[in-house]
């Protein structure tokens, strides 16, 4: 199925055809245009990877509430340091996810 851009606010329809109205901003059809098979191979390529990138995200949260559950347990000083290392991490990582994010979404690959 072919995707059709609007060229006001960037939404990426999917159809035979472009929508009447955009469903994001209201643009007349005539705002879409038609993705070329590069930029649609590009756009369902970032799909997949935003969506890996979101999954990574939602288990590093998890991550992050089960070191913080280690540390408060506080069994022993060896413990808290793995959990606090985990915990670093975690959130580390959440933050270079969400900054790659943003990355695609400004070189347009956000489909």
Known sequence: MPLWKCSVCNYI???AEPPVNCPKCGAPRERF???S????KLVLRSRY???LHMEVYTLLQRLVELAER???DNLDP???KIFGEVKEFSLTAMQKIKAELETHMKKGKWG
Request: charged share 30%; with cysteine; hydrophobic share 20%.
């Open 33 to 35: 245009a038609k993705l």
């Open 37 to 40: 098979e590069e930029e649609e």
């Open 49 to 51: 990877t935003n969506t």
């Open 70 to 72: 280690g540390i408060q």
């Open 78 to 80: 060896p413990c808290v």
């Open 13 to 15: 329809y999917e159809g």
